[in-house]
């Protein structure tokens, strides 16, 4: 199985900050990498896949990046709106595996 | 609009069963592998099962493998997860989820809909 190992697990951050969060698959995917984000008591929703398309819709404060097997996913100037949980998934191979999640949260 | 509802959930014996379904409707349903995925309460997410649009190929995540079906009826715009043989970890909320293409080979979550809460107690 793929491991998607994610960090931090917990980021805390200002409104306007700029924050990063890595992926890093246990071997290659290729681009084949979605982010989500979920907020409390909702179902995730889609905001990047191939590593760095953004989905129709999403902010372009959001943006993801790849380099080899490590994954980041970078939201320049953080909104209210954007406090939540974000989860990497690799969709190169079965099974379909996530990262552990990333807890953003406020200062 | 996509949407996704998915029901069935509800407590169950160690031991026991369930059986979840999820309408689609919104989109052309038998175009789009569909997926089921699982968070325990407070937990990250877990891939269950897949099944591409026709129902020729399914897949099961390791902890579900033999006692988990998935299933699907394009007539009527459903998806199935039969659940065998519960567990106290099989406990989660589940998500009904669609691909963005037909295939066995569709693994993006391009969707997702409600989650229905089974619970695994005595």
């Known amino acids: 199985d793929i491991q998607m190992t994610q960090s931090p697990s917990t980021l805390s951050a200002s409104v306007g900050d700029r924050v990063t969060i890595t992926c890093r698959a246990s071997?290659?995917?290729?681009?084949?990498l979605a982010w989500y984000q979920q907020k409390s008591g909702r179902a995730p929703k889609l905001l990047i896949q191939?590593?760095?398309s953004l989905e129709s819709g999403v902010p372009s404060r959001f943006s993801g990046s790849a380099s080899g097997t490590e994954f980041t996913l970078t939201i320049g100037g953080l909104q209210p709106d954007d406090f939540a949980t974000y989860y990497c998934?690799?969709?190169?191979?079965?099974?379909?595996?996530f990262g552990q999640g990333t807890r953003l949260e406020i200062k | 609009e996509v949407q996704l509802v998915a029901s069935g959930g509800d407590l169950a014996q160690p031991g026991g069963s369930l059986r979840l379904s999820c309408a689609g409707s919104?989109?052309?349903?038998?175009?789009?592998?569909m997926m089921w995925v699982r968070q325990a309460p407070g937990k990250g997410l877990e891939w269950v099962s897949s099944?591409?649009?026709?129902?020729?190929?399914?897949f099961y995540g390791g902890s579900v493998k033999g006692r988990f079906t998935i299933s699907r009826d394009n007539s009527k715009n459903m998806l199935y997860l039969q659940m065998n043989s519960l567990r106290a970890e099989d406990t989660a909320i589940y998500y009904c989820?669609?691909?963005?293409?037909?295939?066995?080979?569709?693994?993006?979550?391009?969707?997702w809909g409600q989650g229905t809460l089974v619970t695994v107690s005595s």
């Open positions: 989820a669609m691909s963005d293409c037909d295939s066995f080979a569709c693994k993006l979550i391009a969707y």
């Open positions: 919104g989109f052309t349903f038998y175009n789009y592998a």
């Open positions: 099944i591409s649009g026709r129902s020729d190929s399914t």
């Open positions: 071997q290659t995917i290729s681009y084949w």
């Open positions: 191939k590593a760095s």
């Open positions: 998934q690799q969709y190169h191979d079965y099974p379909i595996t």
